[in-house]
């Protein structure tokens, strides 16, 4: 899993049939302190109806992203699964939203 912020919608007139009705969303992956982390946006299946601007839990790739989903058709590299309210490390917060 990953923490990403998302950055926008992204919207297609034409999809595969397995994602119509699903909203994709552009993320970029952050570190725990809320800072950009890596050059590359990732186009994000929305499980939890996040928001430009949300911090989110990215899930990538594997068996658990065909579960979330509940079959393997659909071509779905990463699926945000939750929006993060806050992060503590060592019993001090370093992000609240």
């Known amino acids: 899993m990953l923490l990403a912020k ?3 919608n992204l919207v297609s007139t034409q999809k595969n049939a ?3 009705g699903h909203k994709l969303l552009i993320v970029h992956p952050i570190d725990y302190k809320s800072k950009y982390i890596g050059k590359k946006d990732i186009v994000a299946l929305d499980m ?3 928001g430009i601007g949300d ?4 899930l990538q790739e594997g068996k658990s992203v065909q579960q979330i989903l509940g079959h393997k058709n ?3 590299h990463s699926v945000v ?3 993060v309210d806050s992060i503590e490390v060592n019993n ?5 939203n």
């Not at 911090?55 to 990215?58: I, Q, Y």
């Not at 001090?92 to 609240?96: I, R, V």
């Open 6 to 8: 998302v950055k926008g």
């Open 18 to 20: 397995t994602l119509v």
């Open 48 to 50: 939890v109806d996040a």
């Open 55 to 58: 911090t989110v839990l990215l």
């Open 74 to 76: 659909a071509p779905v």
């Open 81 to 83: 699964v939750a929006v």
């Open 92 to 96: 001090k917060y370093t992000s609240k």
